[in-house]
């Protein structure tokens, strides 16, 4: 798993195990952070659904590790706000950060 919590003006903050994601969170969170985090296995997706209680307020972005309909269905429980698979373009992903991101530099009402 690699993740990554971008809050608006403040340097990115990697997570490369679940124990680093729980620091993050637990430092960082605020109505402004967003979540993305690149899952590399359906151990990894389970084991992050551990933590779905800490992620429910974060805005979350989840790259899936398979397209399968099992992943899938278990990615949906993190209940991101935008779902990319491992081998898509990743431009996507940018822009729904971005916009995100932007959202809250301009302090508008949230639409997800």
Not at 47 to 56: F, G, M, S, V
Not at 71 to 100: C, W
């Amino acid at each position: 798993m690699v993740a990554a919590m971008a809050s608006a003006g403040l340097p990115l903050d990697a997570c490369r195990n679940q124990q680093e994601l729980t620091a993050a969170i637990s430092r960082l969170w605020s109505g402004e952070t967003v979540a993305v985090m690149a899952l590399s296995d359906q151990n990894d997706l389970k084991a992050t659904l551990n933590h779905r209680e800490l992620l429910a307020d974060l805005p979350l972005i989840v790259v899936l590790p398979a397209t399968d309909r099992e992943t899938v269905r278990l990615g949906y429980q993190l209940r991101p706000r935008f779902i990319n698979f491992q081998g898509n373009n990743f431009a996507e992903v940018t822009s729904v950060l971005e916009k995100l991101l932007t959202r809250f530099a301009n302090d508008l009402p949230r639409a997800f």
